[in-house]
């Protein structure tokens, strides 16, 4: 098992303890390594969520449950190679939306392995010769 990013997707599953392929992949993941990692990004997309329903319980209880935690921020490096990612993924007409690029230069910039059930949006980055790793704890 490697040392891993968590995309948004996967953190949501884990969080909500539906999938036991999932929950089972991510207690090894815990054993192995202590906490998972996620990103500034992931946290954005979850409060965003949840801030929509203006659910302020939910948020404050997601700031609890990702409190132990390592959180990856958004830094200079990060964001040059999003915008590189961004920017091919658009002129080539397959663009994945802002936040995957963002998620992803940090498991690149990191060297982390990204876990996420989006593999094929994930997936055109990589075509474009980007050196990005995926896992998917779904299967």
């Not at 500034?40 to 965003?48: A, D, L, Q, R």
Request: with cysteine.
């Amino acid at each position: 098992m490697n040392r891993s990013l968590l995309d948004t997707d996967i953190l949501s599953e884990i969080l909500k303890g539906i999938n036991p392929t999932v929950a089972r992949n991510a207690a090894a993941y815990r054993q192995a390594f202590g906490r998972y990692s996620l990103s500034s990004v992931t946290v954005m997309e979850v409060i965003s969520g949840l801030q929509r329903n203006q659910s302020v319980r939910r948020i404050q209880k997601f700031l609890t449950d990702i409190s132990g935690e390592e959180v990856l921020t958004f830094g200079q490096g990060d964001g040059r190679l999003a915008g590189e990612i961004d920017g091919d993924l658009e002129r080539v007409g397959r663009p994945i939306g802002r936040c995957d690029p963002m998620i992803a230069a940090i498991a690149i910039v990191q060297g982390l392995e990204l876990v996420t059930g989006n593999i094929a949006h994930y997936q055109r980055i990589q075509q474009l010769g980007y050196p990005l790793t995926l896992a998917n704890w779904r299967i």
